[in-house]
């Protein structure tokens, strides 16, 4: 007998292509089994050998169905699918995430951070702006994290604007709180003020968020753009532009396996090029040919 069934992945931001297909053939071939856990009684699950995934299912009774749940257990145990029965009541990923609408929650939150001084040195309204178009998207939230002059203004924007998916971490927090807030988030945002002149250095910020491993969007022009765009780092768009801006939020969102691909590529070069032991490295080296160059001379 055959089974109709199909997968409904949440487009969380970890599941790549690679490991789909991994999840999709082990899903085929256990298929009996997870239909299976529909006939046991409250909750029940199993491990998918060891692709790392797993199935559960969980009988709502509010809305007498079944939400057979994939989640990816290198990943914190994150939901990441849904098995939709064809004939029997299972929940689609979108009746789950009404569910969880309901309950005041949001499933697979794409987070957009900012972290670092609320300073002129940055354009905020952008940022808002950007949010202001995404906020009928219920997946996505921005979070600007910092302190400075400027932070009496982000929050009143912020109220204007009447927008609902941006939280404002108005304090300084300790260096490992800003390597926590990185690492819980999905994007990084830089949005750097219009002077009317391209940006001849490079923000610092940008070597931490590089590390951090996550995609960033970088609103500027001139060294910090040609960096982004060098290192293959992430996305640029122009200073002051929010519909751009908002976009480069879509389409990482919707491209999971780039925006992997952009994070990834930002930790290799930092690693590679501007760890301590690298700079250090090449402090040594450089002290030695100076060093070499003046016993020559004779000095």
Request: charged share 25%.
């Amino acid at each position: 007998m055959n089974i109709c069934w199909r997968i409904e992945y949440t487009n969380h931001p970890f599941v790549e292509k690679k490991r789909r297909k991994i999840l999709e053939k082990a899903l085929a071939e256990a298929v009996g089994d997870i239909e299976n856990l529909l006939k046991v009684g409250g909750d029940s699950g199993l491990m998918l050998g060891d692709t790392g995934f797993s199935v559960e299912s969980t009988w709502l009774p509010d809305v007498n169905k079944h939400h057979v749940a994939v989640r990816d257990v290198k990943k914190g145990d994150d939901w990441v699918a849904s098995i939709v029965f064809n004939g029997r009541q299972t929940m689609t990923v979108e009746e789950v995430k009404n569910v969880l609408r309901s309950l005041g929650l949001h499933a697979c939150m794409l987070r957009v951070l900012y972290s670092g001084a609320f300073s002129v040195a940055y354009d905020f309204n952008q940022v808002l702006l950007a949010a202001k178009m995404l906020e009928n998207v219920d997946d996505v939230e921005f979070v600007l994290q910092g302190g400075g002059e400027l932070s009496g203004y982000v929050k009143s924007r912020v109220e204007e604007l009447r927008l609902n998916n941006v939280k404002v971490v108005d304090r300084i927090v300790s260096r490992a709180e800003v390597a926590k807030l990185l690492g819980e988030s999905d994007v990084l945002i830089l949005p750097l003020r219009d002077f009317g002149t391209p940006f001849l250095g490079i923000s610092s910020k940008l070597y931490e968020y590089q590390a951090a491993g996550k995609p960033i969007i970088c609103c500027g022009e001139g060294q910090p753009a040609e960096y982004v765009k060098e290192t293959g780092s992430g996305v640029v768009v122009k200073p002051g532009d929010y519909e751009a801006s908002a976009k480069a939020v879509l389409y990482l969102k919707e491209n999971k396996d780039t925006a992997g691909k952009l994070g990834a590529s930002g930790a290799r070069y930092v690693k590679n090029n501007l760890s301590i032991e690298k700079i250090g490295l090449i402090m040594k080296n450089l002290l030695g040919a100076l060093t070499q160059r003046a016993s020559v001379r004779g000095m």
